[in-house]
Every structure is written in structure tokens, then in C-alpha cells.
């Protein structure tokens, strides 16, 4: 699910201030030049993001502010936190709403807790089609037959 070659939607909350425009909200979800360092290789990449869904929630205005849904299928290093320095906004506070179908619900920082019957299913649905999909070590992409050959997961349902 966390893989980002998976590309699993991730929603966040996200408090910026200022109030960006309407046109930096368009910018955002476009994508944004942004600067990252590759972890591994230590190297900085400059490039845009991919397109997402960014939003205005509604919520938090103290201050000249206001709060933004992101919904990134992708996930690079502060990547939210770039591309609003990039429209010239501050971000205040960041929210992980949910990762694919799973929602953290109210969590407490650094908290778990079980996944319902529902969600466990639509995390084996998802592995199970990821699954099919493999990549070989000469880094060819193959297909596998069936449902072997993937990753698993383990986990109790309630």
C-alpha cells in the first residue's frame, strides 16, 4: 500500500497561510516545480509534480489562512509542504486523512489500531492486483498467473 510504485491515493488536511488564490490552488492540482532530495542516491532532483486533486475544505481561515484537501498518487520528501512554498504559502498544519481505502479516523500521533473486515478486503484486493504485476530483476516488467507469487498480508480482522 505504501509502495509508491503502487501509486495508492493519499489524502491529506492541510492548514496554509496566507490564503492562496484561486489560481494557486489551479497551479497545485496541475503540478509545481519542486526540488527533492533521492533519498538512496543522496542526488537533488527539479522537476513538477504529478497532477493531483486540491481542493478548498471549508475549514480553518484564522489568521488569513485556510484549509486545502490534497489527494496526491504520489510521494516525494515534504512534497505537500513544497508545493505550497512554491505558491508562496506556509503550510501550518498537515493532516494524513487516509491511505487508498484505509482511514486513520481520530489517531493519536504515533497510534495504531486494528483494520475493520472492510478495509482488510480492500487492502487483499489491492495487493492481489499489484500482485499481477511484477517487476523481474533484470527490471522487466512480467505478469504472474493468478494470485501467486505476490505479497501477502497478514493481519486479524475483528
Not at 27 to 52: H, N, W, Y
Amino acid at each position: 500500500l505504501l509502495d509508491p510504485a503502487r501509486k495508492a491515493p493519499k489524502v491529506y488536511e492541510v492548514d496554509v497561510a496566507p490564503r492562496p488564490s484561486d489560481g494557486d490552488v489551479t497551479a497545485m492540482a496541475a503540478g509545481v516545480v519542486i526540488s527533492t532530495m533521492q533519498q538512496r542516491t543522496m542526488e537533488t532532483t527539479t522537476s513538477p509534480t504529478l497532477p493531483c486533486r486540491v481542493e478548498r475544505d471549508g475549514g480553518w481561515r484564522g489568521h488569513g489562512g485556510d484549509t486545502l484537501r490534497f489527494v496526491l498518487r504520489e510521494g516525494r520528501n515534504r512534497q505537500i509542504r513544497k508545493m505550497c512554498e512554491a505558491v508562496g504559502c506556509e503550510v501550518t498544519r498537515l493532516h494524513r486523512l487516509a491511505v487508498g481505502s484505509v482511514e486513520v479516523g481520530e489517531l493519536e500521533v504515533g497510534g495504531m489500531r486494528r483494520l475493520e473486515g472492510s478495509e482488510l478486503a480492500a487492502l487483499q484486493e489491492a495487493v492481489s492486483a499489484a500482485a499481477a504485476v511484477s517487476i523481474s530483476s533484470s527490471g522487466a516488467r512480467t505478469r504472474t498467473g493468478g494470485r501467486g507469487g505476490g505479497a501477502k498480508i497478514a493481519a486479524e480482522a475483528d
